[in-house]
């Protein structure tokens, strides 16, 4: 059950990379989404099972590679954090896969398209139940690569291209931070199981190495070291820059990749090794700050954008930062519950906005939207449930996580953890306002819908509307039904060993003063309030508040001019330099001594050797008596000496 | 020992010499119609005397005086030579009938040089290593200049004579030195003269003497500088001539080269070592430069074979019992590629004329896409491609040298390697890439198709025969060093 439950993505997804041409497109849409969907079933069965017992199961495919003390082999490990992973990854991968059909349809190559997707969703997998570093930082590459592919689905739009470009180089950044990690601790650990390395996590910690001369904590490196590679993949503060372009892919693939399991890939990434980061403290408090700044400054973007989908992807961006600083005091059960709750809340509102672009044609502009409601009712009161579960409206699943996280923040009594509860409460004010920011310009207020376009807005057809009320369902319950297990009393007994905690911090967060615990509902209702009378009641308050607050408005809506700043930071001098190294470097040095000289001088001495050969017999007498001279000569030569 | 178990040890010879006289005679008497019989009874006589190796004695045992010997080695090589002499001959039968070459002296001439050349592998005396060299080169000089219409084919014939006689002058003066500072031209005893080096009164004469042989016998493996003949007969002389002119001789000339530089000169390796480099290292770059510019495709294969020789010296070259099974291996393997080009190369015929452009192989892909393949095949081999036949030739060479501790020559035959692979993948090239020109005659002959496919499979499959190939040539290799 375990291996068809990874393995059955992969089928799909191969049946229809190579020979979707031939089966047409109703064919490889069945033999990707049947698998997937069987895939999610069985998940589901898994989670009760392996949630309910706390038990561990290992499957060894094979051997990879064993050399000396170095042996990997394929695995697929089964914990708790482990299956809600897979859970959640096939659960909201087969609702995508369900929703392209739809959205997807009129498009050329739909094979390749879910041949992709399901591809993706396998490297996933693999990601998430390795046992080792190598083969999560394979699944790792695999989800990168299809992220790439998918960006740039549309590969005759420029935009895709430099998209995919962008996320796949930003991500190499953190990449090589991630491979530096997997190396320092194969360096320090001399192996690269989980299980070994949780073994001797404790024994090293404390320990320095010497670098370029200054005493470094080796557990602290390692630990920030495969952090650089998670704040690549999840878009953190920084490395981020990626995630806003990449939703220049399908709608489908931002909600699947690029909200609901890619980029959650490194908070899942930093919870497997828990019982690693747990004895690096310093790597912790770092994590917390740029998860804190990360939600904060995200927010702020969020703002101020008028293309549905950034406003989405700023919001991702945001709730990651959540998440991390979860992590980084301490509260993983807090990080996994609200990545589980982002996953179905968010899957849902960028599906939603799809289903809207999808009845707009292809109309991403919120300037040109308002007063949709009545024309696609379902879509809208579905995005309206997603937006009450992200702005954490009592009762909505992301009220359940949002909240233990800023509780945990709140109650881990640090300097960073107490500022992190502090940015993550402005950032839950901005994260309701600009919600019901997008609602309101979306599908409230007055239209401002093109007159042409307007007669021919719809709603989506049901093979679109069934995923996202399976979401919804998921966005409105699955807090509620999950947060004993997930961090209430039942957790323990859920996480079973494949968590660590030193110091109990989600206890804690159930103790702490009465007004933390309100503070973060109460912003969030005076964020939509504010964002109702701004843009419902008097939306002529607005352009003087951009006036007012004219540069930093400005600062704000270039996004921080991070884009700018990396364009003349890296670059423009990695174009200079690329340049002047294939200029200097390659055509005039390596080609003229290398390739060219040598195939040149070849030909000389080609020429020359046929000349020799004049034809004439008294020459090739010539020739054979010097031969023979020569030789004696050199004898003689020898012979004297 | 008696005449007659003398006799026994020359089955093979006596069978060709004794038929080659009685066709002579029937050819003589019943003129040139009779070419096509002789020419078969000549291949079924070359296939008796094979046998005939086969069944001779396995233990080294010599006749007439110690100026014949037959052991492993030479009956190697004899099978070598008659296999080459026999395939050649088959290819040779649609071209002399197309060309009008109907003089029953061609396959009586071959098998009076093919004698020549098992009497030159079973020397064991310098006068009978001339006496094989002259039969043998007489003959070949004959068959150069076959084609009397034809001025290209008397030019090679007279340039090959010409050139030949030159090194039969200089290989008399060597043997002369050698015989005026030892006093014995058999190799047993010149070999006991020289197993304690050579007295200082004799080192000059003896070396002078050992250069001119080397020479010699240089000329006739057509080494570098004694090479110049080889691209003007080898165009000059009718095509399956210069398939045989390739093989055969070339096979028994290195064999002698290797029997004469290890037996009676054994002593004298320090010496001859530093020779046979030279002239191995001149003949693998020269071979792999000059051939580059070529356009016929028998020029070219004229330097591709001076370059194979080069290749085969660096397994004499570090004179142990592996460079020597090298040797052999690479000259097993050299016969098969050479003659499947060959027999692609006389498949090349346009409107009923030969064709011996490169140029005109061009597109060959697409309308005799069989050929293509098979020639491709040879060319891959040739260029030392795994997994087939020509690379394990050039690795049991290198490996034999750099066992030898000679890692310049190794280097230097390595990177002569990849510039002579320019050449033979440019062909590939040729045929696969660039635009086609007219097609080919189809009717090429059985006889040439068959030899083509055979040649292209164990050319592919020799990995499958490689070990026991090996095997004999190692107990081939070891009778010259008991």
Redesign the interface.
């Given at each position: 059950m375990l291996t068809a439950t990874i393995f059955l993505p992969l089928l799909g997804a191969i049946i229809a990379g190579l020979f979707g041409n031939r089966l047409g497109s109703r064919v490889s849409q069945l033999v990707t989404v049947i698998p997937l969907l069987v895939s999610a079933i069985l998940s589901c069965f898994l989670l009760y099972h392996f949630g309910w017992t706390g038990e561990t199961q290992t499957v060894n495919l094979f051997t990879w590679i064993n050399v000396e003390s170095l042996e990997i082999s394929w695995v697929i490990y089964f914990d708790t954090l482990t299956a809600v992973m897979v859970f959640v990854v096939t659960l909201v991968s087969g609702m995508v896969h369900v929703y392209s059909i739809g959205y997807m349809s009129k498009d050329p190559h739909i094979p390749r398209f879910m041949s992709y997707l399901s591809l993706f969703t396998f490297f996933m997998l693999m990601l998430v139940t390795s046992n080792n570093l190598l083969q999560m930082f394979f699944g790792w590459e695999g989800v990168g690569l299809c992220s790439y592919l998918l960006i740039g689905f549309w590969f005759k739009k420029n935009s895709a291209n430099a998209a995919a470009i962008k996320a796949f180089i930003v991500n190499r950044i953190g990449d090589f931070g991630f491979i530096l990690g997997i190396l320092a601790v194969f360096y320090f650990f001399e192996t690269l199981q989980f299980a070994e390395i949780f073994k001797i996590a404790p024994d090293i910690a404390g320990k320095t190495f010497l670098f370029l001369g200054m005493e470094v904590d080796i557990l602290t490196t390692i630990c920030l070291l495969l952090f650089v590679g998670a704040m690549g993949k999840s878009a953190q503060i920084g490395l981020h820059t990626w995630l806003p372009d990449a939703m220049e892919g399908p709608t489908p693939v931002s909600a699947l990749i690029h909200a609901a399991t890619m980029v959650t890939a490194g908070v899942f990434m930093v919870v497997r090794l828990s019982p690693m980061f747990e004895y690096a403290p310093f790597a912790l408090t770092i994590i917390t700050i740029i998860g804190a700044s990360t939600a904060f400054f995200a927010a702020t973007i969020g703002l101020t954008q008028w293309d549905i989908k950034r406003v989405i992807a700023y919001s991702t961006c945001s709730q990651l930062g959540y998440m991390f600083f979860a992590v980084g005091v301490g509260a993983y059960p807090a990080a996994i519950f609200h990545l589980m709750t982002h996953a179905f809340f968010k899957a849902l509102l960028f599906l939603g906005s799809g289903s809207v672009i999808h009845g707009m044609h292809d109309e991403q502009d919120m300037r040109k939207m308002g007063g949709l409601f009545s024309k696609m009712k379902i879509t809208g009161s579905l995005m309206w449930i997603g937006s009450l579960a992200l702005a954490g409206v009592p009762l909505f699943s992301g009220y359940y996580s949002k909240d233990i996280i800023l509780e945990s923040a709140f109650a881990s009594h640090t300097g960073a953890g107490l500022l992190a509860y502090w940015a993550g409460i402005m950032a839950a004010f901005m994260t309701a306002f600009y919600s019901w920011r997008l609602l309101f310009l979306t599908f409230h207020g007055s239209s401002r819908v093109e007159e042409n376009v307007l007669d021919k807005v719809h709603e989506s057809p049901p093979i679109m509307l069934i995923p996202l009320l399976v979401l919804g369902l998921g966005a409105v319950l699955s807090g509620w039904f999950a947060v004993d297990y997930f961090v209430g009393d039942k957790m323990d007994q859920f996480w079973g060993s494949s968590i660590l905690m030193l110091d109990d911090i989600i206890e804690k967060a159930h103790h702490i003063p009465g007004w933390a615990i309100l503070l973060p509902t109460v912003v969030g209702v005076i964020g939509i309030i504010s964002a109702w009378v701004l843009y419902i009641k008097s939306p002529s308050i607005i352009p003087r508040i951009t006036a007012m607050t004219g540069p930093v408005y400005k600062f704000i809506y270039n996004k921080w001019y991070f884009d700018e700043l990396y364009e003349l930071l890296f670059v423009r001098p990695c174009f200079y330099l690329g340049r002047g190294f294939w200029r200097s470097g390659d055509v005039y040095v390596i080609d003229t001594v290398g390739p060219n000289g040598i195939a040149e001088s070849v030909l000389n001495l080609a020429k020359r050797a046929g000349k020799v050969q004049s034809g004439y017999l008294y020459h090739y007498a010539f020739a054979m008596m010097i031969g023979v001279l020569i030789l004696i000569t050199w004898f003689l030569f020898g012979f004297f000496q | 020992m008696n005449i007659l178990t003398e006799i026994n040890l020359i089955w093979p010879e006596l069978c060709i010499a004794l038929s080659a006289m009685c066709l002579l005679m029937i050819g003589a008497f019943r003129g040139d119609s009779s070419n096509k019989t002789i020419t078969w009874v000549s291949i079924c006589v070359m296939g008796v005397a094979c046998l005939l190796v086969l069944l001779g004695p396995n233990n080294p045992s010599s006749a007439f005086n110690n100026l014949f010997i037959v052991d492993q080695f030479s009956n190697y090589s004899k099978i070598l030579i008659l296999m080459g002499a026999i395939l050649t001959l088959i290819l040779a039968l649609p071209y002399n009938l197309r060309e009008g070459i109907h003089q029953f002296e061609f396959p009586i001439l071959l098998l009076f040089s093919v004698l020549g050349m098992m009497m030159m592998v079973s020397a064991n005396d310098l006068i009978a290593l001339y006496l094989g060299i002259e039969l043998q080169s007489l003959s070949l000089y004959v068959l150069a200049a076959i084609r009397r219409d034809s001025i290209k084919s008397a030019e090679a014939g007279?340039?090959y004579f010409?050139?030949g006689a030159?090194?039969s002058g200089?290989l008399l003066y060597g043997m002369t030195m050698v015989y005026g500072f030892t006093g014995a031209t058999g190799f047993n005893e010149l070999e006991l003269a020289f197993s304690n080096g050579v007295a200082k009164n004799q080192?000059?004469g003896v070396?002078?003497g050992l250069?001119?042989i080397?020479?010699a016998l240089?000329?006739k493996v057509s080494a570098v500088?004694?090479h110049?003949?080889t691209?003007?007969v080898y165009e000059g002389a009718p095509t399956p001539i210069t398939a045989f002119f390739s093989i055969a001789p070339k096979i028994a000339a290195m064999i002698l080269l290797s029997r004469v530089l290890l037996e009676p000169f054994g002593g004298l390796f320090i010496?001859w070592q530093?020779?046979i480099c030279?002239i191995s290292i001149a003949s693998m770059a020269?071979g792999a430069?000059?051939?580059?510019?070529?356009t016929n495709i028998k020029r070219l294969m004229a330097y591709s074979s001076i370059g194979h020789m080069g290749f085969v010296l660096v397994g004499l070259a570090s004179g142990s019992i592996a460079g020597l099974q090298a040797v052999l291996l690479y000259l097993t393997v050299y016969l098969f590629m050479n003659v499947g080009t060959f027999a692609c190369i006389l498949a090349m015929k346009r409107d009923d004329r030969m064709v011996e452009e490169i140029n005109q192989l061009a597109g060959l892909s697409r309308t005799n896409p069989k050929m293509t393949i098979a020639l491709t095949v040879f060319m891959f081999s040739m260029a030392g491609i795994p997994p087939l036949a020509g690379f394990f030739g050039k690795y049991f060479v290198f490996k034999a040298a750099i066992d030898a501790e000679l890692y310049t020559l190794t280097v230097i035959g390595l990177l002569a390697s990849v510039?002579s692979a320019?050449y033979y993948l440019r062909i590939v090239k040729l045929m696969y890439f660039d635009e086609a020109v007219d097609k080919f005659d189809r009717s090429i002959g059985k006889e040439i198709s068959f030899i083509t496919i055979g040649m292209s499979f164990v050319t592919t499959l020799f990995i499958i025969i490689l070990w026991p190939v090996l095997d004999f040539a190692a107990i081939a290799a070891s009778s010259i060093f008991l």
């Open positions: - | 007279l340039k010409v050139l030159l090194s200089i080192f000059i070396t002078v250069v001119f080397l020479c240089a000329f500088p004694f110049m003949w691209p003007d010496q530093q020779v030279f020269f430069f000059a051939a580059i510019n070529q510039v320019f």
